[in-house]
């Protein structure tokens, strides 16, 4: 039987440079998507699926996710005292409780392979998930992503799981995409090859990798080894590579919608989108979005 996935990592310590002047004292992460920041919504996808520990990778200037995920008893006094006992809940349910985090920085910028052999000492030995918070995943049926492919490791009884999705042939230069192989069930495959940003005419097909993996711990002594690739930095991807030849890859096709927040036009779509699906506000909101279209 393969071991349980409980421990997560999320690489927190990019610097936003997308996202200037808005990111210069606000972490990327902790923009919002409606009224919660971009890393929680990553949180909660990872709670749902059963993760019990969260290992993020910071980086200078980015305390402010730790002290996201702690208790602030100034602010819980305040709100009980005021009555707003709904608020409260809703804060409490979202702190993660005492010994669930941890934090380790990753000091240089040298890429996401590094700043999964960061957290190398905290994960151990066991297969862990890995969550780009760049990457919001809003699935059709309510079930996550991280779940699908909880469900997919369980069914495979381990091996290492990466999550794809469609994207246009031209646009496949733009992203990691896998090759398929067998079909195992419904939506997960053998992965027959791995390509970085290859070109539409050489693709093995257009399917993505979307910023959620499940992986074996070997890879962290592939990561400790591994020579800088492409932009000078370690890439994960060169070491899945090596990992694929000694160990199961599967791809998990999600059935959903993906947004790339680390992008403006991502970000925006992320925020209507969602805004859309909440009964609280889509009421409301959905008026005043067709106005505005309707004037533009």
């Given at each position: 039987m393969a071991k349980k996935i409980r421990k997560a990592i999320l690489p927190v310590a990019g610097l936003g440079t997308r996202f200037l002047p808005a990111t210069k004292a606000v972490p990327k992460e902790m923009l919002t998507v409606v009224d919660r920041p971009v890393v929680q919504h990553v949180v909660d996808e990872a709670r749902a699926a059963g993760i019990e520990h969260f290992v993020f990778v910071t980086g200078r200037n980015k305390g402010v996710i730790e002290d996201h995920f702690d208790r602030q008893y100034e602010l819980e006094a305040t709100l009980s005292e005021r009555g707003k006992h709904q608020l409260l809940d809703t804060l409490?349910?979202?702190?993660?409780?005492?010994?669930k985090t941890s934090f380790t920085r990753q000091q240089l910028p040298l890429?996401?392979?590094?700043?999964?052999?960061?957290?190398?000492?905290?994960?151990?030995?066991?297969?862990?998930?890995?969550?780009?918070?760049?990457?919001?995943?809003?699935?059709?049926?309510?079930?996550?992503?991280?779940?699908?492919?909880?469900?997919?490791?369980d069914h495979t009884n381990g091996g290492?799981?990466?999550?794809?999705?469609?994207?246009?042939?031209?646009?496949?230069?733009?992203?990691?995409?896998?090759?398929?192989g067998d079909e195992v069930t419904e939506g997960v495959h053998k992965i027959g090859r791995?390509?970085?940003?290859?070109?539409?005419?050489?693709?093995?097909?257009?399917?993505?990798?979307?910023?959620?993996?499940?992986?074996?711990?070997?890879?962290?002594?592939?990561?400790a080894t591994q020579e800088r690739g492409a932009g000078g930095e370690i890439q994960l991807t060169d070491s899945m590579l090596k990992l694929a030849k000694k160990q199961d890859?599967?791809?998990?096709?999600?059935?959903?919608?993906?947004?790339?927040?680390?992008?403006?036009?991502?970000?925006?779509?992320?925020?209507?989108?969602?805004?859309?699906?909440?009964?609280?506000?889509?009421?409301t909101f959905l008026p005043e979005l067709q106005a505005l279209l309707a004037r533009s």
């Open positions: 409490r349910e979202e702190t993660l409780g005492p010994g890429g996401l392979g590094h700043a999964v052999w960061c957290a190398r000492d905290l994960i151990g030995n066991e297969p862990f998930a890995l969550l780009l918070p760049d990457m919001l995943h809003k699935p059709r049926n309510g079930r996550g992503c991280l779940a699908q492919m909880v469900e997919a490791y290492n799981h990466i999550a794809v999705y469609e994207v246009p042939p031209e646009q496949t230069d733009q992203y990691g995409i896998v090759g398929l791995m390509v970085e940003k290859p070109k539409k005419e050489v693709a093995p097909s257009n399917l993505a990798i979307s910023g959620r993996y499940i992986l074996q711990p070997e890879i962290f002594d592939l990561l890859f599967y791809s998990v096709t999600f059935d959903g919608a993906i947004y790339d927040c680390g992008s403006k036009l991502g970000f925006l779509t992320a925020n209507v989108a969602y805004a859309l699906a909440r009964p609280d506000i889509a009421e």
